[in-house]
């Protein structure tokens, strides 16, 4: 497809992408289950390890789940159109899910939407990266740290397994996790951040 017909898609698969990924579901499983506004508990974001924080494991693991199907399945829709404008509709669901409009553009850190669009892109990679996560989240005792791990992987990861398609967007990805976890690499680097 001529880059001039293809922009169109690539600008709609972003943009359905972006609307499903700025679903604040750790905001609204947390009500569900009565555990207060997360904007003002532990770090102020709404994903899953802030929902963690409340004591609930339950709606922890539920608002896992849908954070990473929220980046999973718009890639999988638009991949169908192509694999350009698959990786676009996951690139679109981590910008919603890490600046929500709705919430001011305060989400997540991105890192269950991470793993649900290196699943939708190719689940062996996805699997590979998930090791690598549990691996340094293991090792150090920081769940930040194998986020880290697994962003740092991601590109090379694809690229081992073949999957050059995606190695730029899925490196692209990984950057925007450690701008995303910059706090994090501050505390961990001053031996501050908090260990599990």
């Known amino acids: 497809m ?26 609204i499983i947390a009500r569900l289950f009565r555990l207060g506004d997360l904007r003002s508990i532990g770090s102020g974001n709404i994903g899953a390890t802030n929902v963690l924080r409340t004591g609930s494991r339950a709606a922890a693991a539920i608002t896992l789940l849908l954070d990473g199907l929220k980046g999973a399945l718009p890639v999988i829709f638009f991949l169908g159109w192509g694999d350009l404008t698959g990786q676009a509709a996951g690139i679109g669901a981590f910008a919603g899910h890490c600046l929500p409009v709705w919430l001011r553009f305060r989400g997540g850190k991105g890192v269950a939407t991470f793993f649900g669009i290196a699943l939708a892109l190719h689940w062996p990679s996805g699997l590979v990266l998930a090791a690598v996560w549990l691996a340094a989240a293991r090792l ?42 910059r706090e994090n690499i501050a505390s961990i680097l001053s031996w501050r951040e908090n260990r599990f």
Do not use: K
Not at 5 to 11: F, I
Not at 154 to 159: C, E, L, N, R, S
């Open 140 to 181: 150090t005792r920081i769940s930040a740290a194998g986020a880290l791990g697994a962003a740092l992987a991601a590109g090379p990861v694809f690229w081992a397994f073949a999957r050059h398609e995606a190695v730029l967007a899925m490196a692209f990805l990984g950057a925007l996790v450690w701008i995303t976890h």
């Open 2 to 27: 001529a880059p001039e017909r293809a922009l169109p898609w690539l600008a709609v698969a972003f943009a359905a992408g972006y609307l499903a990924g700025s679903i604040p579901f750790g905001l």
